[in-house]
């Protein structure tokens, strides 16, 4: 086997013999919320396993070509402090056939806050989704190429009752009430061929779409009547029993935009603060995407009185 890299190497930890850490994620006023901005306690294996195993965060990415993605999914505050399972999930999938034909699945889902197995569901919401649209992937490829939005909602209306009713499915074979999997999902299918500029969006439920572009923020690019104060709609549809997608196709991407799908942890706070918008617009405006690392952190940004799980998926179109 080959030495690894010397101790001694040239690099900045070299040249001032320290690592350089990141510290405690940045916040909006003068004091940080009252919570400890790190992991605390979880629920036993033995009183919920799939809770016990559920990651107290996330972090994936993926790049494809002009397409830079980054991912990442962590527990709010709320349920580190109460030793409950992040409820949030995400998916950041390849669909299709190799090629240029293929889409890329970037999704969210967000276990609805009373719903007992909801970390469950949103878990197995968007495991469904992936495997339902990957089987109709071309098809869905070639409305969206062609612009054809009321084909684009046929097919996703389809593939979203085919979730529904598997999530309510999955739940009664393993004893569970299907409400208590309640989750939203959001997504949006983005054509691996780079002349292809226009992006599928579908959801139930909330959550938030955003698009950077320029250094402006545009918070209401599918849900126009969330670009609001931040304030928290709990009235939601949601998954298995609420099915119908909303589901629309977005107008054709510029070089350099970044396109945000989120839960309400994160676009709820956005809406609501101006010192988040722009430090995340500083951060993620730059045009190029951060490493993965530095979007986890940048993405805990904390602001008082929002301690909901927090999940983003954000896309970085290649600057001309």
């Known amino acids: ?190 054509p691996l061929d780079p002349r292809v500029r226009v992006r599928g969006f579908l959801a139930v439920g909330d959550g938030g779409t955003a698009l950077l572009r320029a250094g402006e923020w545009n918070l209401s690019l599918t849900d126009p009547e969330h670009d609001g104060d931040g304030m928290i709609d709990t009235r939601t549809a949601a998954l298995p029993h609420g099915y119908r997608a909303r589901a629309l196709l977005l107008a054709p991407a510029l070089p350099g935009d970044v396109l945000v799908l989120c839960t309400d942890g994160l676009s709820t706070p956005l809406a609501g603060d101006a010192g988040m918008r722009d430090f995340l617009g500083s951060g993620w405006g730059r045009g190029a995407a951060p490493a993965p690392a530095d979007f986890l952190w940048q993405l805990q940004y904390r602001v008082k009185s929002y301690d909901d799980d927090r999940t983003a998926v954000v896309l970085w179109e290649a600057g001309p």
């Not at 033995?46 to 965060?57: C, F, G, K, N």
């Not at 409950?84 to 889409?103: I, W």
């Open 1 to 190: 086997m080959p030495p690894g890299p010397s101790p001694t190497a040239d690099g900045p930890a070299a040249r001032t013999g320290s690592v350089p850490v990141l510290g405690a994620p940045f916040h909006s006023g003068p004091k940080p919320p009252l919570y400890a901005p790190e992991p605390r306690e979880l629920p036993s294996v033995r009183e919920d396993p799939t809770a016990a195993l559920t990651p107290d965060m996330v972090v994936d990415g993926a790049g494809y070509g002009p397409l830079t993605v980054r991912a990442a999914s962590v527990r709010g505050d709320s349920h580190r402090y109460q030793g409950e399972p992040r409820q949030d999930s995400l998916a950041v999938v390849r669909l299709g056939a190799p090629g240029p034909d293929g889409l890329l699945l970037l999704a969210v889902a967000d276990g609805v806050g009373s719903a007992a197995r909801s970390h469950v569901g949103s878990q197995e919401a968007c495991w469904l989704a992936a495997m339902e649209l990957d089987a109709v992937s071309a098809e869905l490829a070639e409305t969206v190429r062609a612009g054809d939005q009321p084909g684009f909602a046929a097919l996703v209306d389809t593939a979203v009752g085919r979730v529904a009713t598997l999530l309510a499915h999955r739940a009664r074979e393993r004893g569970d009430d299907p409400a208590a999997y309640a989750t939203t999902l959001r997504a949006l299918l983005v």
